[in-house]
């Protein structure tokens, strides 16, 4: 298998949840995956971290206030 492909279970390890919740992310297509001949799940860790970059969240800090004073 090419090392570019991670499998289900890696995944699930990667990205830190369970696989239950990996396969109601894949249910509702949340992460871009693979399934050859309609058997195992495959994924590609550059598609998951595009997933992840793509939910930032931008800190809340006005113009005035710098990191050191919200504390």
Known sequence: MNE????????CEYLGITSGQMYQYT?????????????K???????????????????VQTQDQTIEEAF
Do not use: C, M, W
Not at 4 to 9: C, S, V
Not at 27 to 39: D, I, V
């Open 4 to 11: 570019d492909f991670i499998t289900f279970d890696a995944a």
């Open 41 to 59: 799940l495959y994924f590609k860790k550059s598609e998951l971290n595009a997933v992840i970059e793509q939910s930032r969240v931008e800190p």
């Open 27 to 39: 249910h509702k297509r949340l992460f871009p995956f693979y399934k050859p001949f309609g058997q």
